[in-house]
């Protein structure tokens, strides 16, 4: 309930202008696109490019692996995007965090 909450007011700010959604390139439905946000642009970007380290620049080695092999995983027996992957992989670690 409180995940639909959040998606709801993020659609209803999208909507008066207070908040777009970010980012514009990300290429799935516009629905989804509310969920890409804080650390999901640096997992995305592991599943699309891999790690990469540039010296002087933010780099994307801090971040597990798991998560993203999971999106990759997924994104090739679902269909859809990788974003759309992310999501349902992210529900099912929160379910299973529950019910742990």
Do not use: C, K, Q
């Not at 999106?71 to 379910?95: C, K, M, N, Q, T």
Request: charged letters at 15%; hydrophobic letters at 60%.
């Amino acid at each position: 309930i409180w995940r639909f909450a959040i998606l709801g007011a993020s659609l209803l700010w999208g909507e008066i202008g207070i908040v777009n959604a970010w980012p514009p390139d990300i290429d799935v439905m516009w629905l989804f696109r509310y969920s890409v946000r804080w650390d999901a642009g640096w997992y995305l970007g592991i599943v699309r490019f891999g790690y990469e380290y540039i010296p002087g620049r933010s780099t994307s080695v801090a971040f597990f692996p798991l998560f993203p092999l999971l999106i990759e995983i997924f994104a090739r027996v679902l269909p859809g995007s990788d974003v759309f992957a992310a999501l349902i992989v992210v529900h099912l670690a929160l379910v299973a965090a529950v019910v742990y």
